[in-house]
């Protein structure tokens, strides 16, 4: 079993969609959270980045965080075609005592979506 | 400005020659990253450098050698490559710990 799973769709919705995109990981010492864009043939970009449990907001995108169901979301209201993408969530641990968990990150396998206008 | 350049964009390399990967970032992070990418899967994190140090090798074969010239520099020097190395190779750096960690576009590689 990976330590994080995410469906690798492909996800395929019409313009001005609302898309959830969900990932669940195993390890309970994951304690900071990441989505990442990756637009084909280019690096991924960082969207959200929390580390508590709850929401958090950026424009259109909404990251949720629910550590006791070990659950991770992205929302994206009102979704454009231009947000067709790979989305990838990430995690990372706590540093360790001798400093080497850091920089770490555990990525799901990511998600393909498309928006179709 | 969350910036971290990569050059070249584009490489093709047949397995004897030599070449040099270069990432460059200017937002005072001391942490950086090279990682490894295939089509369709995620990115492998290959070395940490933290302070200008390796901190961390993921196992990465002696034919990529990992260098940190200063706070500001990461190159990958590359050796006798073999075709399977053919992939996106990404930078990435960071604040110490963890935090989110800013990529750039990445050095598409081929080997021939």
């Known amino acids: 079993q990976k330590e994080v799973e995410q469906d690798p769709g492909p996800l395929s919705v019409p313009e001005g969609a609302i898309v959830s995109l969900n990932c669940t990981y195993s390890n309970s010492a994951f304690q900071y959270f990441m989505w990442y864009r990756q637009y084909s043939r280019k690096g991924p970009e960082l969207l959200m980045y929390?580390?508590?449990?709850g929401n958090k907001e950026d424009g259109r995108f909404t990251a949720q965080v629910d550590k006791s169901s070990k659950y991770i979301s992205l929302f994206i209201r009102d979704s454009q075609p231009s947000d067709s993408a790979t989305y990838l969530c990430?995690?990372?641990?706590?540093?360790?005592?001798?400093?080497?968990?850091?920089?770490?990150?555990?990525f799901g396998q990511g998600t393909i979506l498309t928006v179709h206008p | 400005d969350t910036e971290v350049t990569q050059t070249p964009k584009h490489l093709v390399m047949g397995m004897t020659n030599k070449k040099s990967l270069k990432c460059e970032q200017h937002m005072g992070h001391r942490a950086m990253y090279w990682y490894k990418q295939k089509a369709k899967k995620p990115p492998e994190l290959m070395f940490v450098y933290s302070y200008e140090k390796l901190s961390i090798n993921e196992s990465v074969p002696s034919r990529f050698s990992p260098e940190c010239p200063n706070s500001s520099l990461l190159n990958l020097h590359l050796h006798a490559l073999q075709p399977e190395d053919s992939a996106l190779y990404l930078c990435?750096?960071?604040?110490?710990?963890?935090?989110?960690?800013?990529f750039g576009p990445g050095t598409r590689l081929t080997v021939t």
């Open positions: 990430a995690t990372s641990t706590i540093p360790n005592a001798g400093g080497t968990s850091y920089g770490k990150l555990t």
């Open positions: 990435a750096s960071s604040q110490e710990g963890p935090y989110e960690q800013y």
């Open positions: 929390t580390y508590s449990s």
